[in-house]
């Protein structure tokens, strides 16, 4: 899994609230169980028109949010069902970071498995940077997280809390397995102790 330490980049806006697991990634997107080729379907139904060509209303449409790796969300982003394909689909189209004030808890924990950084803000905070999102290509925000804040072009940074075993996995680039194969030393000097004391087992 890739690390997250610093990311600078331009922060595209999405000003909705209970954004679903299905309207990131709808179901038709959910045949394969590969990770790669599903930016494609991110916010399908939401970012087109009834006649399946893009909707130049849709922030990610827009030029100056192409190449954005930050997205600035509304309340409760990543509800519904617990499908893992919506990190899968951020992370395909280049999101490695979304801040909201809250997100669905295993939405929240699915980012971290996949080296997506969920950042949780205050209201006020959030709008905020939705704000500075909404200016287009100047909407640059630099996150931090060893030293969990977020900076725009002025003003002063946003500080946001973070559990700190999640914050060293993802600085680390840790899924589950990584961090099993930390222990590896550990579980073959015990695998030999075992086998010494006990060779019958």
Known sequence: MQPFTTLTSVAAPLRMINVDTDMIIPKDYLKTIKRTGLGRGLFAEISR???????????????????????????????????????????????????????ADIFYQNCFKNGI?????????????????????????????????????????????????????????????GMTMQKAPSVAAHETRLNESRPWI
């Open 49 to 103: 028109k009834s006649d399946g060509t893009p909707d130049p209303n849709f922030p990610l449409n827009q030029p100056a949010y192409q190449n954005a790796a930050i997205l600035v969300a509304g309340d409760n982003f990543g509800c519904g069902s617990s499908r893992e394909h919506a990190p899968w689909a951020l992370l395909d189209r280049g999101i490695r970071c979304v801040i909201s004030t809250s997100f």
């Open 117 to 177: 950084l969920p950042v949780k803000v205050t209201a006020e905070q959030l709008e905020e940077l939705m704000r500075h999102a909404e200016r287009g290509a100047n909407a640059t925000l630099t996150v931090d997280l060893p030293s969990q804040t977020i900076q725009g072009a002025d003003g002063e940074p946003v500080h946001f809390d973070i559990d700190q075993g999640l914050k060293h996995c993802l600085v680390n680039g840790l899924d589950e397995i």
